[in-house]
């Protein structure tokens, strides 16, 4: 707790000391659009808009060999039918040899603040579940806590509302999905699980691949936009995984889920930093595990802090950032019943480096990350990344 008190009061000084004025739609969190919000805002007139982002990477753990990969490579398409209906859609292919469908949902204006929504759609919650194209964030690979608890890229088909009350600068978003799902048969008369302490909630997205559900989710997320170059994020899910009709009787096939998200973004002048803090806390782990052999632990935590300072003179189109990133997880953070702590699921990754925008939508990057964990002398890999990333 002593860390973390420190680190924010550190947060606060940079924001306090930063020079120079950032006025990037990129860079400006206030103005910041992910892709789908591009899709939506895009069209200027035309019916059909078309984009793209794509990541390559190279991660070089310590002492081991390399792994160059084509990590993803999405393409967008929107499609106005009029000034109130538009549909948006995200084809992804990862690591060239799997296609998912990230989004696809039509969006219903039904006043300039209000919007209905209805499809495939990102869960919002934290920062990079909903901006998560390659020159919205610094680092070759995303935050772990991004990946293991929130868990990015997290979608689901559900139907909401959406807008802002721009009096109160304030976004707000409320959907109904279906849920993670926590088990299936396996084959004879128990259960496998799919989450575990080791992958978190991650193994949970059914990426509306012949989903199940047999109970809904509530989703809900409020942004705050009140002070210059400052955006407050607050994040709300709850409900209960889904099971299949033939199991989900079984005790321990489902389980509770509570996540509550605070994130913040920051920029001025050259100067921009971030902040995210998730908790995750899950009810009938104890006849979870005991159904399907897993290690979920009972509540699951995560936060990082993050600044940045742009190299170059804020006139430059081009942008260099040199940026460090504190993070700390865990998948762990209780446990329940006989279950046990494993330490080496509380994880801390340093990251630093650099970020090289060398035209809007393209972005180098290259970092080194330090990476540990709290189980006594076990030996975490410290890794070196490499990426190029595109966004149009």
Known sequence: MKKIVVLFTMFTVLISAAQTMQDSITFDPQKQLNAAQRLLSGNYGKAVTVGAYGELTYNQPEAKNGELDVQRLVLLFGYKFNDKTQFVTELELEHVEEVFVEQAFVNYAIASNVSLR????????GIVNEFHEPTTFNGVERPAVD????????????????????????????????????????????????LSGSSGLRGGRQKAIQSTVDSPTLSVKLDYYGLPGLRLGL????????????IEEFDGANIGVTMLGLDARYAYQRFTARGQFVYASLKDTEAYNVATG???????????????YNLLPQSNQQRLFAFLRYEQYDTHADTAGSLVRNDAYNRTD???????????????????????????????????????GVWF
């Open 118 to 125: 209805g499809g495939l759609m990102l869960v919002p919650m």
């Open 294 to 308: 897993k290690d979920l632990g009972s509540a699951l935590q995560g936060w990082y802090l993050e600044g940045a």
């Open 147 to 194: 990946n293991v608890i929130v868990p990015s890229t997290w979608r689901e088909i559900g139907v909401g509302v959406t807008g802002r009350f721009n009096d109160l600068s304030l976004g707000y978003q409320a959907y109904v999905f279906n849920g993670f799902k926590s088990t299936a048969s396996d084959g004879q008369s128990g259960l496998s699980g799919f």
């Open 235 to 246: 994040s709300g899910y709850t409900g209960k995984t889904q099971a299949e009709d033939d």
């Open 350 to 388: 340093i990251t630093t480096g650099l970020s090289y925008h060398i035209a809007p939508g393209v972005v180098l990057k290259g970092d080194y990350q330090f990476r540990d964990n709290a189980l006594a002398g076990d030996q975490v890999d410290d890794r070196l990344n490499f990426g190029i």
